[in-house]
Nanobody, 117 residues
Framework: QGQLVESGGGLVQAGGSLRLTCTGS???????????VGWYRQVPGKQREFVASISSDFRTNYRDAVNGRFTISRDNARKRVYLQMNSLRPEDTAIYYC????????WGEGTQVNVSP
């Protein structure tokens, strides 16, 4: 079945940009393509929260706090989902995870995003 693996985090100043990638590792396209992929984030001591999702037919959904700043997209041929994050704020600092929205799998390690003031 493979797994969804996050990458692309880093340290950026407020107002900057980062692009996160969620890759369907060891997945064949017939498994990856139907997945509604969601991005989530978690700050230590707080609950994990939904950020954005994209369905198999490219419908998108965003958390209000990121709407207009973040863009989710997917490239099924490469088995990847991207989260383009612009105008980053310190409150976007978190570990970011991706997962199957409708049939969640075990959570991966995530990728750390740090936004300095």
């Amino acid at each position: 079945q493979g797994q969804l693996v996050e990458s692309g985090g880093g340290l950026v100043q407020a107002g900057g940009s980062l692009r996160l990638t969620c890759t369907g590792s060891r997945m064949i396209t017939s498994v990856f393509n139907p997945i509604t992929v969601g991005w989530y984030r978690q700050v230590p001591g707080k609950q994990r929260e939904f950020v954005a999702s994209i369905s198999s037919d490219f419908r998108t959904n965003y958390r209000d706090a990121v709407n207009g700043r973040f863009t989710i997209s997917r490239d099924n041929a490469r088995k990847r989902v991207y989260l383009q994050m612009n105008s980053l704020r310190p409150e976007d600092t978190a570990i970011y995870y991706c997962n199957d929205v409708l049939a969640p799998r075990s959570w991966g390690e995530g990728t750390q995003v740090n936004v300095s003031p």
